[in-house]
């Protein structure tokens, strides 16, 4: 029996694989697909004070081994996610993990007061390194101060685990970490996509609406694994890993890297049941690699 | 409900040097598919290629336990996809999306253009069996680009356009003289580019008919999860073409018709 439990600050994944804010819905679009209790987490579509309708069509362009897209925060609001949504998967055998956005610091506080008083939540992440919007997002993830003003802001609202997601659209992503951590953050996860375009050269118009998008898929895998042992050693706070994790091996080099926990995010576009597969994958190499926690191969590469 | 279901190559028909039909077939029961609704289609052996293919169901044999699709190979993926062998392994995501809805007519026009033609295979059969006055109205370039009309002629009366008057009358498909000379459909349903389907919804709207489109935006993922498929409504919001589509009472969309 290899022991799959992994904790993160204060709260406990029954497994370290999760799926990624947005590319997962609320997990009620994979429900005939896949035992959602498996999973260790689900972090949910990232969530803003008011309705957002997103950015126009087209939000979208398939890229060498991965895609941008531009859907800018598309969501129904925080009040609609706690009365509407939460509810109808409440009852699920996993971790509900909020993915909190503003346009302000002011707008993130809101957010999170709110999920603050929620029964059944543990942990938020605060994301801090969106591409796809005008105001906010990442814009609070590409500057050590306002990374650190709006973690503490935020920390100060809310009791609970707190996790900030971080965008890898900068110098040296280490100085942000170390930052959130001495406001207060209780993990980092990371990355968020790489800003990037596509142009159509037959009619010479950028694809996405916005110009530029939000890159993710396994082309960014070896730049985001790097960036995860980067943040593995520079912070003592958990790091979650993720950008491009496309099967179990991909998973258990986040986790070597020094990934407590992983999440998987393009790949559920292709295959829904995706994330079921990594965990049985994470299970088998622990066995036949003789580890009898999964939390051991946390940070476990071997380099001398 | 919606599956990822293993199926083989069977056979490729082709229609041209760029269309082609290919039939594929499962070792499992298929799924209930209607018309109107699509698989994301895998495109094996393609690392260039990243994401699945989101293609309208052209018809289902359910006995045969196959599906068939109509494809015109346009991009690397629909390329690809008439690469295959018989007997590759292929997976798909379905059945995906909504129908048409026929509700109480006596009289339907549909217009197809392109690929835009493959969810009417299934539409046209379902008419016909609840005994819905049919008329196909084909449009294309040129006579090479017309398709299944032998198809077609089974369910109902078949018209054609080109634009270069090699086949039916001369024109688009909205300068069809079935629009000026006095014919009565108490439902349009249209798929195909963007400004023909627009055109088929304004005339729809200037006669007070109800008029049904199926929209074929990009997508990731198929199942409502990457919200990238949108398409804005008349009232502001923005729609999964792939849940809450890709067929649209063209009313509700902000087309400026």
Redesign the interface.
């Known amino acids: 029996m290899v022991d799959l439990e992994i904790k993160i600050g204060g709260f406990t994944m029954k497994n370290p694989v999760s799926t990624a804010s947005g590319t997962f819905g609320f997990g009620e679009e994979f429900i005939d697909f896949m035992d959602l209790n498996r999973l260790g987490g689900i972090f949910v579509k990232g969530l803003t004070l008011k309705n957002r309708e997103g950015n126009p069509y087209p939000r979208m362009a398939e890229t060498p081994s991965g895609m941008l897209n531009a859907v800018g925060l598309q969501n129904k609001g925080i009040d609609y996610f706690i009365k509407h949504t939460y509810p109808k998967i409440k009852h699920f055998d996993t971790q509900i993990i909020p993915n909190v956005n503003g346009a302000t610091v002011e707008d993130y506080i809101a957010v999170t007061e709110k999920i603050n008083e929620m029964d059944g939540i543990e942990t938020i992440e605060l994301n801090i390194s969106c591409p796809n919007v005008k105001e906010g997002g990442m814009a609070f993830g590409v500057s050590c101060p306002s990374a650190v003003a709006v973690t503490e802001a935020v920390r100060k609202a809310y009791d609970k685990t707190l996790i900030v997601k971080l965008s890898p659209n900068v110098t040296d992503i280490t100085e942000i970490a170390k930052g959130v951590e001495g406001a207060g953050a209780d993990a980092v996860s990371l990355v968020n996509t790489f800003l990037g375009m596509a142009i159509d050269a037959k009619t010479r118009k950028p694809i996405l609406s916005t110009v530029t998008g939000g890159l993710s898929g396994p082309a960014i895998k070896p730049i985001a694994l790097r960036m995860v042992w980067q943040v593995y050693q520079a912070v003592n706070i958990p790091v979650i890993g993720m950008g491009g994790i496309m099967d179990a091996t991909d998973a258990i080099e986040f986790m070597l890297a020094g990934s407590s926990a992983i999440q998987i995010g393009t790949a559920n576009f292709m295959d829904p049941q995706v994330s079921i597969k990594v965990i049985d994958g994470i299970e088998a190499y622990c066995k036949e690699n003789g580890f009898s926690a999964a939390k051991d191969l946390v940070g476990a590469m071997i380099t001398d | ?4 279901q293993d199926f083989k190559l069977k056979t490729y028909q082709w229609l041209n040097d760029e269309n082609y039909i290919f039939t594929l077939q499962s070792e499992e029961d298929i799924e209930a598919v209607e018309a109107g609704m699509f698989a994301e289609i ?1 495109v094996p052996n393609a ?6 293919r989101p293609i309208s169901v052209l018809d289902v044999d359910y006995d045969n336990k196959s599906l068939s699709f109509y494809i015109k190979a346009i991009g690397k993926g629909t390329r690809k996809l008439g690469t295959l062998q018989e007997g590759d392994p292929i997976s798909l ?1 379905y059945p995906l999306g909504n129908t048409f809805t026929i509700g109480n007519i006596r009289s339907a026009l549909i217009v197809g253009g392109g690929s835009g033609i493959a969810p009417f295979v299934m539409l046209g059969r379902e008419l016909k069996e609840k005994g819905i006055k049919t008329t196909f109205l084909l449009g294309a370039r040129s006579k090479e680009d017309i398709f299944l009309t032998d198809e077609f002629a089974k369910y109902g009366e078949v018209c054609v356009t080109t634009e270069d008057g090699s086949l039916g009358e001369k024109g688009l498909v909205t300068q069809h003289s079935l629009f000026s000379d006095g014919s009565q459909f108490d439902k349009i349903y249209t798929c195909g580019p963007d400004p023909m389907m627009k055109a088929v919804a304004r005339i729809a709207k200037e006669r007070s008919i109800a008029c049904e489109a199926s929209l074929e ?5 198929g ?10 409504t008349s009232d ?3 729609l999964c073409v792939c ?1 809450e589509g890709p067929v649209f009472n063209t009313q509700e969309l902000a087309w400026s018709i």
């Not at chain 2, 409900?1 to 990822?4: C, D, E, G, R, V």
């Not at chain 2, 690392?47 to 699945?52: A, G, H, I, K, Y």
């Not at chain 2, 935006?217 to 993922?221: D, G, H, L, T």
């Not at chain 2, 409502?224 to 804005?232: D, N, Q, S």
Request: charge should be positive; hydrophobic fraction near 40%.
């Open positions: 409900m919606k599956k990822i895998e690392s260039d290629v990243f994401l699945r995501i935006n990009m997508m990731a993922c199942f409502g999860a990457c919200l990238c498929c949108v398409t804005p502001g919001r923005n849940t």
